[in-house]
């Protein structure tokens, strides 16, 4: 765990999809040897709406201090935001369901039959 300041952040609108993408760039140093880093947090993806990364966006000014959580193994891998989100299992969640809602009909159709 490192702290350091924001280099840079954009707001970007992607015009091939209908989606808000947050472009945070940072600088940190492990064992004096320098890192860029640019993951918000693992299985980060674009917002269909603005608003959301607004408030994302407030909370990493260019200029602020944060703390950089980096692999003591890998220091190139890190990430601002440690720990699970609900983005990067938002489709494995969905995954999950439909295979309950296919074997709930499927078992319901053996018993029929």
Do not use: A, C, W
């Given at each position: 765990m490192v702290s350091f300041k924001i280099e840079k952040d954009n707001l970007v609108k992607r015009?091939?999809?209908p989606n808000y993408n947050l472009k945070i760039e940072y600088n940190y140093s492990v064992n004096e040897k320098k890192y860029n880093g640019d993951?918000?947090?693992f299985g980060y993806k674009p917002s269909k709406f603005?608003?959301?990364?607004e408030k994302k966006r407030g909370q990493y000014d260019v200029g602020n201090i944060v703390i950089v959580f980096y692999d003591p193994l890998n220091p190139e891998i890190s990430v601002i935001?440690?720990?699970?989100?609900?983005?990067t299992l938002e489709y494995p969640l969905?995954?999950?369901l439909l295979m309950l809602m296919f074997i709930y009909n499927l078992l319901k159709l053996l018993k029929k039959g």
């Amino acid at each position: 765990m490192v702290s350091f300041k924001i280099e840079k952040d954009n707001l970007v609108k992607r015009y091939e999809l209908p989606n808000y993408n947050l472009k945070i760039e940072y600088n940190y140093s492990v064992n004096e040897k320098k890192y860029n880093g640019d993951n918000i947090y693992f299985g980060y993806k674009p917002s269909k709406f603005s608003f959301v990364l607004e408030k994302k966006r407030g909370q990493y000014d260019v200029g602020n201090i944060v703390i950089v959580f980096y692999d003591p193994l890998n220091p190139e891998i890190s990430v601002i935001e440690p720990g699970i989100h609900f983005q990067t299992l938002e489709y494995p969640l969905i995954g999950i369901l439909l295979m309950l809602m296919f074997i709930y009909n499927l078992l319901k159709l053996l018993k029929k039959g």
